[in-house]
């Protein structure tokens, strides 16, 4: 059984007391949301604290958006999957485009920080996709192959989500054709031995688009970036319209 998980990746974005702002308006409008529906915040290292208080007993699940792969050591930046258990996180992000273009996350990298998260039983969101100019040359599934085969190397696919997120419709408002998406997700399921692991899309998922998102037959969810700061735009992406 696929899950849906709609998740937002607030990236660096929110202070504490704007993180609670946020769910003051936010929980109240989760009321009449299927409870089939994994909801998700992916938020900053520094409001885990303040959002894990005050999501106990609300049916929000908590991420984190990056997780080391060592428990402890000299990493000086990095955050372990120990201090990550103590603030009760469902989820990690790992392997963002943003990790990988701007701070030299490897796929080799990537593989170890999904260890992590499964040695800590965290669900890894690992993130893949390709860029405008590897699209343009037609190499996109290429790429998204071989970051997968690196990536999954000895990772057991039964806690585990994928989000597609094609370089070039991330905070671009270029989001991929619905249909290209589902067939790129389609081509991903291909490749992994589990075929119960939910696929994501991500890249300018909107309100307007969520609905048409969400018929695919091959999208389990979303991961959402600038849509998922606000609390009514999140609510009406996690209260899509089947
Ligand atoms: P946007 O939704 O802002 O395009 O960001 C997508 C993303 O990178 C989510 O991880």
Not at 74 to 81: D, F, H, N
Not at 226 to 237: K, N, V
């Amino acid at each position: 059984m696929r899950k849906i998980v709609i998740a937002g990746n607030w990236k660096m974005h929110k202070t504490q007391g704007e993180a609670l702002t946020f769910l003051q308006g936010f929980l109240g409008q989760l009321s009449e949301t299927p409870q089939d529906r994994e909801v998700v915040l992916c938020v900053p290292f520094t409001a885990l604290s303040a959002l894990s208080k005050n999501l106990h007993g609300s049916r929000v699940m908590l991420g984190a958006q990056n997780i080391h792969w060592e428990d402890s050591g000299a990493y000086t930046g990095e955050v372990s999957g120990s201090m990550l258990e103590e603030f009760g996180i469902r989820y990690v992000v790992v392997g963002h485009s943003e990790r990988r273009q701007l701070f030299g996350e490897t796929d080799q990298t990537v593989n170890k920080r999904l260890m992590a998260a499964q040695r800590h039983a965290l669900t890894p969101i690992l993130c893949v996709g390709e860029t405008k100019e590897q699209r343009d040359r037609g190499e996109a599934e290429d790429i998204i192959s071989k970051q997968l085969m690196q990536a999954l190397v000895n990772i057991d696919q039964s806690n585990l989500v994928i989000a597609y997120e094609p370089i070039w419709a991330i905070g671009t408002g270029d989001t991929c054709e619905t249909t290209e998406a589902n067939r790129i997700i389609g081509v991903i399921r291909q490749q992994l031995d589990n075929q119960s692991v939910s696929i994501q899309y991500g890249g300018s998922v909107k309100p307007g688009n969520i609905d048409e998102i969400m018929a695919q037959s091959d999208i389990d969810g979303v991961l959402v970036g600038g849509a998922s700061l606000e609390p009514d735009s999140f609510s009406r992406i996690a209260n899509f319209v089947q």
